[in-house]
């Protein structure tokens, strides 16, 4: 069964980068899909932050502009999440995803001084 | 990018109840996914491309819709079905999440 799961720092400080890793199981993040950050902020809103495909091209929400970076390394099966420049609204849970389907349980990030 | 507003935001229906949840579009939207979220759990694809029930989904649940207008419909409520439901577009990236809507039992 295909699983997925973040991990990263839960505590980052304001102007730096977060950076997630999502480790994947039971799937080779070449053989296909997308694979996707998704954050939920408090309060509940849902936003789709971007994908890596499984040919290793990537499409991102235009909202984070340049902040945002998706890689992988395939010996791994990971896909990693950068966010540069963080401010107090980049607090939320992050998860990834495999297309829509299969997501991780989430890992709570917390932008503070 | 297409904003979706869900209504109502919050609801509550008694066992054996039908509720509607709908999904407006501010633009035409081919499909619309839908999905359920229980407190401290990661959202679930529960009705994907409009009207096709995930694996494991009680028949009771339906979908449908076109154009800008989509709604998820449960025939008889049960107390299992109290969450929160969000629909998603996947027409065009980037891809964009409704308000969601908490469902309560009475």
Redesign the interface.
Same mark, same amino acid.
């Given at each position: 069964d295909v699983q997925l799961q973040e991990s990263g720092p839960g505590l980052v400080k304001p102007s730096q980068s977060l950076s997630l890793t999502c480790s994947v199981t039971g799937y080779s993040i070449t053989s296909g899909y997308y694979w996707n950050w998704i954050r939920q902020f408090p309060g509940?809103?849902? &936003?789709?932050m971007g994908y890596i495909s499984y040919d290793g091209s990537n /499409?991102y /929400?235009?909202?984070l502009k340049n902040r945002i970076s998706i890689t992988r390394d395939t010996s791994k099966n990971q896909f990693f999440l950068k966010l540069n420049s963080v401010t107090t609204e980049d607090t939320a849970t992050y998860?990834c995803a495999r297309g &829509?389907?299969y997501? =991780?349980? =989430?890992t709570l990030v917390t932008v503070s001084a | 990018q297409i904003v979706l507003t869900q209504s109502p935001a919050i609801m509550s229906a008694s066992p054996g109840e039908k509720v509607t949840i709908t999904c407006s579009a501010s633009s035409s939207v081919s499909y619309m996914h839908w999905f359920q979220q229980k407190p401290g759990t990661s959202p679930k694809l529960w009705i994907y491309s409009t009207s096709n029930l995930a694996s494991g989904v009680p028949a009771r649940f339906s979908g449908s819709g076109s154009g800008t207008s989509y709604s998820l419909t449960i025939s008889r409520m049960e107390a299992e079905d109290a969450a929160t439901y969000y629909c998603q577009q996947r027409s065009s990236y980037p891809r964009t999440f409704g308000g969601g809507t908490k469902l309560e039992i009475k």
């Open positions: 509940n809103k849902l &936003e789709w /499409n /929400n235009p909202s998860y &829509e389907n997501w =991780g349980q =989430g | -």
